[in-house]
């Protein structure tokens, strides 16, 4: 509503003889306020703050009366009445000298500025003004109250009198009312028989007159209140007061006239609000304004009794101040928004205590943009370093600086979604860059093409009638407009401002005219013709229709009351305006749909028609009179109406049901009469004349029915003409804002599918609930409440405490306005469960499940019932929690939910959760069933709390199971933490697992991911390898320093059990693509597992199957036989044999260009040289040996884990794309071979290459079949071996693998295995693949060699042990001979180096892809 901005500032007096202030007061107008102290009156201009005129007391006189006390306006500002302390009063008059001014303007040479327009000297120089006493009046008794009336002032004396003294003659005398004689009653029917007050020494001690209620409200000396209303029009008559009962120890009091409210100060340090009963005329309790321990812990007493009590001007909010000091700002109906006495205010930003600011007296400004304060500092509490500082704080007049939301003074703004603020000279939009703006749902089918926008995520654009919740809270800044300088200097201050539906146009009103401002082109229109500007004074507000702008305005030149609309997009003229005569003064304005609204001075209610007509360049709108409603048997006084809306809201919403159509018509009309909401709504009881043939405006409308009350304490109602057939309930809700009591909407309840509704079920309901902050506009398909808030920032650490003069800035924090806002709809959900109507709150959270933050809802429900039951003291006979439960379980979020609810609560209260939900266990197994496994995790974290070990454990490893099932890697990581963490905390023997077989050898599971394998060093042992699983059963390197420890030992064996299990479960079920993600994800040690598992599920018994399933998982493509390869020339085996090697050449170093562009390697001056050094080491090593593997290793040494983090959306382009697999970087050919450019391709040769291309799978694919084949040649899984040669069809790998057959001591049954996998290959081919020919063919010769070994090997020799030292003996000659022996075979040279170099890019592309298998980056590693 109000919030406070920036620093306050400080008026320095410019007289030196000035004495230190006591009261400072406005006059009724805000242009002036008058400075009073012991012996002198000044008068001040507000705009510029500067001293007009002051008048000093005469010694002698001073002595006589005394000093100053007290000062009252006449309504007119003629005059001033000053009381004094021996018991006089003195009439300042206040004479102006005509045409004389103290200050103007200067203005530079050449600007716009005119001095000739109208009203120029009052609006921009500060008026001279005399003071004069015209007379003394002695009353002979102490002065305690003043109060100024429309004809009398008001004085009230300590020896119990109340005088009536006219302003003007004061010839006709006095007129005195003893109090004693004033009769006193609880209420006004039984005040006949009323008790006096009965007292000698009671008097006024404060009183303020109320016009609306016509009476003044008091506070007695002895701390009681009332209220003196007269019995008859005027105060001669005889008076009859009413008491409040309850308060006995009032101080002050003040008076919202708007609202009818009378606020009491009381000693206690809190503010009673009350307002009179019309029917009985009793003082009837309101609500009350009291800081609460819970915001301020250390408040009790600290307070002191209440001071001062000033309303704003706009009657909107209250100030309030204690004796010991401090500033809060209430709503009227008790809504804190601001307290100095905590935060900031109250401490500095070392967390020393500040001493409050003492108040004297206070009064609003103009509009309410500015508080002036007199701050009082007695010399007794002033500390001793700040006494040089002394003189020059005690003439401070301090200015406080305001800014206020649009809807204080221009109700109609509450059918938007926009929050607009207005201060003094500038705007505050929230709706962010108006460049962003979409098109208005005005009606069903706009919405329903933008539905898809809203469902996307909580930031989606469009969605909302302006931008969607991006722009509307997206951040927390505000869009600020600075008003134009021109338009502000002669209409200061800004009375009313309005934005439209889409929150790209605002419009403003100072004192005359008005002026709007586009956020898309950044431009502000104001009148071209002055004259026409000051001649306009808008009366009742302003509201934006489509491109139109409508106001209620006076015209000052025909004194004529006019109902206005002006174009936007035209000049701002009244030749372009479209102008229609009101008979009486419009109060208040509102637009819905295509109908006007206006009240009116007479109270009646106007309806008009507004239409768009198209003429010409400047389209038009013209008004026609729709209906008048007349109100004043039902408003007492026409100021008391706060707003006025018209709506499609009305009680019957089976009508709505049949007939959609009515449901956007203007139904009812909402009336906020001082606080008590009224509905008129249409009488459909009588016949129903439908006239199709006539104009719809010439149509007769339907009566009003009487006024029925809603709700009372309403500050603010908001309600939409839109539909939208999924969120009826919200959409044709009415929301109010209460003020202290929070919230309430008016929600409609619907029969479920269109059945008949039940007689006893009401068809709304008004249902209140409580939100943190002060709602200013409600996002009704959002369920969102949008506000602000003040928040504060310190910087007294800027000056030091010896510094010259106590600056404000050390005295005050900075205040600064944020942008807030808070979900709704768990308190509507919860307050419908209370009332036992589950159905509607089912059909209203299904309406809104979509909404991004709807799992937030039913968590926050959840997490409130859950509190408040759970934390209860007294048993509670009827909870709701399991209401709520059930409720939930409704959802398909349930399960998270509930999880998310208990990890954010306290242990103690989780009993009590699970006791309504259900057992824990039991929404751990729901979540595994239902694949989540995620929120299964949360769980498991609540059993650990919650159940023994053991049980934690079971679970674990259930889920542990299933997440490897999955392949959800880093819930398996997290899970093998868990496990860990459970075993290292306990003694007791892990459960027995279904496995039985023994760990024998180090390859238990490394939990870390930074090592890498030398290729040398494991290409060197490669034969030793198998005949060394005996000597491997003895831990070494990392694992072994694991098993070491006895405590962890048992756990660790336990989960490589699992993981050796599953991967078991994958080689036996051939998804060897799984085996590699799972061992790279987990760090498994796959090469020590695989030797151990190689007679058994690390065999092959089908090869057919095998190679079937790996190109299927690998989507490697079979290869095929061209039709043109009869006749082609690779059929001559010379010229076959040189065009391969060419061709696997370019495919080696292509597959590095292609790698390296993909990774983005190349981007880096390193790896351009790095790729450099791969191509030239490439063609060495095609020259070098047929054993290729051994002499890679001297430039390569892979990173184990980062192939198989490869994930689908890497996509390395396939290599049946030609373009991008033939294509070098910077069209480098010549980085192949230099030959090659001379061989002359002929079509037919071209096709065949191709073919070979396109026989190639997706580079990933090849990329990780490398990298397994380098894993099984490790291991010595030599079957694997021969397959992933044969999918790759590289003769080399074949070759290597029977070389190693032939040299090493094989187990014979693995020889016979191969073999006879090979034979069923060929059979295969033959009949299945015909493509697999041509290569079996090659490898025949070798195949047939190697069936010679087996036929020559003896079965036995393969069990025998074999001495270790004498297998490494062999084997390192022979990789020494590689090293120098000549390559005797093309094929297999060219093979190997590709091999080799494909393993280092294996290592590369591992990087690319371990972003898509993990959540994290990782950096390209070349070693």
Not at 330 to 352: E, H, K, N, P, R
Not at 728 to 748: F, I, Q, T, Y
Not at 999 to 1011: K, L, Q
Not at 1228 to 1244: A, I
Request: aromatic share 10%.
């Amino acid at each position: 509503m109000y919030f406070l901005s920036g620093w306050p500032k400080r008026l320095l007096c410019p007289l030196e003889s000035l004495e230190q202030p006591l009261r400072i007061q406005t006059d009724p107008q805000r242009a002036f306020f008058a400075v009073l102290s012991p012996s002198q009156l000044s008068i001040w201009y507000c705009r510029p703050s500067v001293l007009i005129v002051s008048y000093k007391e005469l010694a002698k006189a001073a002595s006589q009366f005394g000093p100053y006390k007290e000062a009252e306006w006449r309504p007119d500002s003629t005059m001033i009445a000053v009381s004094t302390a021996n018991g006089y009063i003195l009439f300042f008059e206040i004479p102006s000298v005509r045409d004389k001014y103290l200050y103007e303007p200067v203005y530079p040479k050449g600007s716009p500025h005119l001095k000739g327009t109208l009203h120029y000297k009052e609006e921009q120089c500060a008026p001279s003004l005399n003071l004069e006493v015209k007379k003394v009046l002695d009353l002979q008794a102490s002065i305690t109250s003043l109060q100024s009336t429309l004809e009398d002032l008001l004085v009230a004396t300590a020896d119990g009198f109340l005088h009536l003294v006219h302003w003007d003659g004061m010839t006709n005398g006095r007129k005195a009312i003893n109090l004693c004689t004033v009769p006193f009653s609880v209420d006004l029917q039984s005040s006949r028989a009323g008790s006096l007050l009965g007292f000698e020494d009671v008097y006024i001690r404060d009183m303020e007159y109320c016009a609306t209620l016509d009476g003044f409200a008091v506070v007695f000396n002895d701390g009681r209140v009332g209220f003196i209303t007269p019995m008859s029009s005027r105060f001669t008559a005889e008076l009859h007061g009413v008491w409040a009962q309850d308060v006995i120890d009032g101080t002050c009091v003040a008076v919202n006239n708007k609202y009818r409210l009378m606020a009491f100060g009381c000693a206690n340090g809190s503010v009673q609000v009350y307002t009179i009963d019309t029917t009985t005329g009793a003082m009837q309790f309101s609500h009350k304004l009291e800081l609460t321990p819970k915001q301020y812990p250390d408040i009790w007493n600290k307070t002191g009794p209440v001071k001062l009590i000033r309303w704003s001007p706009d009657s909107c909010v209250v100030m309030v101040t204690w004796e010991c000091g401090g500033l809060s700002l209430w709503s009227v109906f008790g809504a804190q928004l601001i307290c100095t006495l905590g935060g900031d205010f109250a401490y500095q930003s070392d967390g020393a205590k500040k001493d409050p600011l003492k108040i004297n007296s206070m009064t609003w400004g103009s509009e309410g943009y500015h508080l002036w304060v007199i701050d009082g500092i007695s010399p007794s509490n002033m500390k001793p370093e700040r006494d040089g500082s002394n003189e020059a704080r005690q003439f401070g007049i301090l200015q406080f600086h305001f800014i206020k939301s649009a809807l204080t003074v221009n109700p109609c703004m509450s059918n938007q979604e926009q929050v607009l603020l207005q201060g003094e000279d500038r705007l505050y939009l929230n709706c962010g860059d108006a460049t962003q703006a979409q098109s208005p749902r005005n009606n069903t089918s706009a919405h329903s093409e933008h539905k898809p926008t809203r469902e996307r995520g909580p930031f989606s654009d469009g969605s909302l009638d302006s931008q969607g919740l991006s722009t509307l809270l997206g951040h927390r800044h505000w869009h600020v407009v600075q008003i134009h300088s021109t338009y502000l200097e002669s209409n200061w201050p800004i009375r009313f401002s309005a934005i439209d539906k889409l929150g790209q146009n605002v419009a403003v009103v100072g004192k005359f005219g008005f002026a709007h401002y586009s956020l898309l082109t950044k431009k502000w229109k104001l009148f071209g013709n002055i004259t026409q500007e000051q001649n306009m004074m808008v009366t009742g507000g302003l509201a934006w229709w489509n491109d139109f702008i409508v106001l209620a305005c006076y015209n000052l030149n025909d004194h004529q009351e006019e109902l206005r609309i002006y174009l936007r997009t035209s000049n701002l003229d009244n030749a372009f305006a479209h102008i229609t005569k009101v008979q009486a003064d419009t109060l208040l304005l509102s637009v819905f749909r295509d109908i006007v609204i206006l009240f009116r001075a007479d109270c009646c209610i106007c309806l008009y028609s507004i239409e768009r007509r198209p003429e010409g360049l400047n389209p038009t709108a013209s008004i026609q009179v729709l209906q008048e409603v007349s109100m004043s048997r039902y408003i007492p006084h026409p100021f008391l109406v706060v707003s006025v809306t018209l709506t499609s809201v009305r009680t019957e919403t089976g009508i709505t049901l049949k007939m959609p159509q009515q449901a956007c018509e203007a139904e009812s009309i909402m009336l906020n009469l001082a606080g008590q909401l009224i509905m008129l709504q249409r009488d459909r009881s009588g016949p129903q004349i439908r006239d199709k043939d006539n104009n719809p405006n010439q149509r007769k409308h339907l009566p009003f029915c009487a006024p029925v009350v809603l709700a009372q304490s309403v500050e603010n109602v908001w309600t939409t003409c839109r539909i939208n057939k999924q969120k009826r309930h919200l959409l044709e809700a009415l929301w109010l804002s209460c003020g202290g009591a929070g919230m309430k909407v008016w929600l409609p309840l619907f029969p479920r599918d269109h059945r008949k509704p039940h007689s006893f079920l009401s068809r709304r309901i008004m249902l209140p609930f409580h939100i943190n902050i002060y709602p200013l506009a409600v996002l009704f398909e959002d369920a969102l409440v949008l506000g602000a808030v003040n928040d504060t920032v310190l910087y007294d650490c800027l000056y030091t405490q010896t510094s010259a003069r106590e600056h404000l800035e050390v005295l005050f924090p900075f205040s600064i306005v944020e942008r807030t806002s808070q979900i709704y709809l768990h308190h509507i959900l919860r307050q419908l469960l209370v009332r036992n109507l589950g159905e509607q709150a089912l059909l209203l959270a299904h309406s809104c499940a979509t909404l991004p933050y709807f799992p937030h809802v039913l968590e926050l429900m959840l997490h409130e019932v859950l509190e408040e039951e759970a934390t209860s003291r007294e048993p509670i006979p009827d909870p709701l929690l399991p209401t709520v439960a059930k409720f939930i379980t409704e959802f398909p979020l349930f399960l998270q939910t509930v999880v998310h609810c208990a990890r954010k609560t306290e242990y103690a209260l989780w009993n009590y959760l699970f006791a309504a939900v259900g057992n824990p266990k039991d929404l751990f197994e729901e979540c595994l069933m239902a694949q989540d496994l995620d929120t299964a995790a949360s769980y498991l974290i609540i059993l650990q709390n919650m159940e023994v070990p053991a049980v934690s454990r079971q679970h674990a490893t259930l889920l542990f199971n299933t997440a490897l099932e999955q392949g959800k890697w880093d819930l398996c990581r997290h899970m093998i933490r868990f496990l860990k963490a459970i075993g290292s905390g306990e003694t007791e023997t892990p459960p027995a697992t279904p496995t039985t077989q023994e760990p024998s050898s180090s390859s238990g599971f490394e939990f870390f991911r930074h090592r890498s394998i030398s290729l040398s060093q494991s290409a060197e042992n490669l034969h030793s390898k198998f005949n060394l699983t005996k000597t491997l059963s003895m831990p070494s390197g990392p694992s072994g320093k694991r098993w070491s420890k006895d405590s962890d030992c048992a756990e660790n064996m336990y989960i490589d059990m699992m993981l050796w299990r599953h991967a078991r479960r994958l080689l036996e079920e051939i998804k060897l693509k799984d085996l590699g993600c799972f061992a790279a994800q987990l760090g498994f040690e796959l090469i020590g597992w695989l030797c151990k598992e190689r007679a058994r599920a690390a065999r092959v018994d089908d090869f057919v199957f095998a190679l079937k399933k790996l190109h299927k998982d690998f989507l490697w493509p079979f290869p095929v036989i061209p039709a043109s390869s009869i006749n082609s020339p690779f059929k001559n085996g010379k010229y076959k044999t040189a065009m391969g090697e060419h061709l696997l050449k370019s495919q080696s170093a292509d597959t590095f260009v292609n790698m390296d562009m993909d990774t983005g390697v190349s981007n880096t001056p390193r790896s351009r040289s790095w790729l450099g050094t791969i191509s030239s080491s490439q063609r060495e090593i095609d020259t070098v040996s047929s054993h290729g593997p051994h002499m890679q290793d001297a430039f390569l040494s892979p990173l184990l884990s980062k192939v198989f983090l490869i994930g689908d959306e890497c996509s390395i382009g396939s290599a049946t794309d030609l373009t991008e697999t033939s294509s070098m970087v910077d069209g480098d050919w010549t980085m192949v071979d230099e030959n090659f450019s001379s061989l002359s391709l002929t079509q037919s040769e071209l096709e065949h290459l191709s073919l070979e291309l396109a026989s190639k799978g997706p580079h990933k694919s090849q990329v990780q079949l490398r990298y397994l084949l380098h894993i099984f040649m490790e291991a010595g899984c030599l079957d694997w071996c021969i397959i992933i040669g044969l999918i790759l069809r590289e003769s080399s790998v074949i070759n290597q693998v029977f070389s190693i057959m032939q040299s090493s001591d094989i187990d014979g049954e693995i020889c016979q295995n191969i073999k006879t996998g090979l034979y069923a290959v060929d059979k295969w081919a033959s009949t299945d693949c015909p493509g697999y020919k041509p290569f079996l063919n090659i490898i025949k010769p070798q195949i047939q060699k190697l069936s010679e070994i087996a036929e020559e090997q003896v079965q036995p020799e393969a069990f025998q042990p074999v001495n270790p030292s004498k297998v490494t003996e062999q084997a390192n000659p022979r990789a020494e001979e590689s090293r120098t022996s000549s390559s005797h075979g093309t094929n297999p040279q060219s093979d190997a180096g590709n091999s080799g170099a494909s393993r280092h890019e294996e290592d590369k592309s591992k990087t690319e892809d371990e972003d898509s298998f993990q959540e994290g980056s990782y950096d390209c590693v070349v070693s």
